[in-house]
């Protein structure tokens, strides 16, 4: 998983070259976020772990006012759901590629994935005769900064590609790669400013958290919903900060 050191390096210097690559860029780019290094002993699971029947389903409790993003549940939800997942070490990034999660999808009238979450997340957007947002304003989740310029954005994977590979992924099949980095209905996508975005990179909540204390209750609720719907393992210390994250919701 890349639980070292060096990752924060690798991250601090990609917010350094904003405009080196990321969602900002041409239509159809990843999302700017490189993986970091892999755990040296760990090995990826042999299968991927299927949804716990433990597991409770998202209508057992209405998301807290203010949610941004879709398919969110309340914080009892979460913290149930975080409580049914299975505990494993992070496996190698060995075989791992990008490319192994195909990103952007099209979803219809000339619109890609990218497109479509721009438009779900901002204010007053337009888009050109190539369905490109070209005015609109974004809050960005992480680090509350206002963003008017939709080149400025990165799409991030709230569960990141590298980190899904890493807790059950590499099992999947390409299909279900492909709908895990297309996901509209869960909270696994959303548009970031790009600097928070590089940021993040590829770490889980212990390593990275939101600069924006305010987004933790909803960081913490997506990340584990999305994690729970796919079945994918957590580590035990990311389990103790989302069980943090999820704590800062109000009662």
Request: hydrophobic residues 35%.
């Amino acid at each position: 998983m890349g639980r070292r050191t060096g990752v924060r390096a690798v991250a601090v210097a990609a917010v350094l070259l904003l405009g080196a690559g990321g969602c900002g860029g041409p239509k159809g780019a990843g999302d700017g976020k490189t993986p970091g290094k892999p755990a040296a002993s760990a090995s990826p699971p042999a299968s991927a772990p299927a949804p716990s029947p433990s597991a409770p389903p998202a209508g057992d409790a209405k998301p807290a006012p203010g949610d941004v993003l879709p398919g969110m549940v309340g914080a009892a939800v979460a913290r149930a759901q975080l409580a049914a997942l299975t505990t494993g070490k992070p496996g190698t990034m060995a075989g791992y590629s990008r490319d192994k999660f195909t990103h952007w999808a099209e979803q219809g009238d000339k619109c890609d994935t990218r497109e479509v979450v721009l438009q779900r997340d901002g204010k007053d957007v337009t888009r050109d005769a190539e369905c490109r947002a070209v005015s609109g304003t974004w809050k960005s989740l992480y680090d509350g900064v206002t963003v008017n310029e939709a080149s400025k954005l990165d799409i991030d994977h709230m569960v990141p590609l590298a980190e899904a590979w890493r807790s059950g992924a590499a099992a999947w099949d390409a299909a279900k790669r492909k709908a895990f980095a297309n996901d509209l209905t869960r909270p696994q996508l959303l548009a970031v400013s790009a600097a928070s975005n590089r940021s993040k990179g590829d770490q889980s909540p212990d390593l990275w958290q939101p600069s924006d204390k305010s987004s933790w209750c909803q960081y913490g609720r997506a990340w584990t919903t999305v994690k729970s719907h796919y079945g994918l393992t957590v580590t035990d210390a990311e389990r103790a900060m989302l069980t943090t994250m999820i704590d800062t919701c109000a009662a």
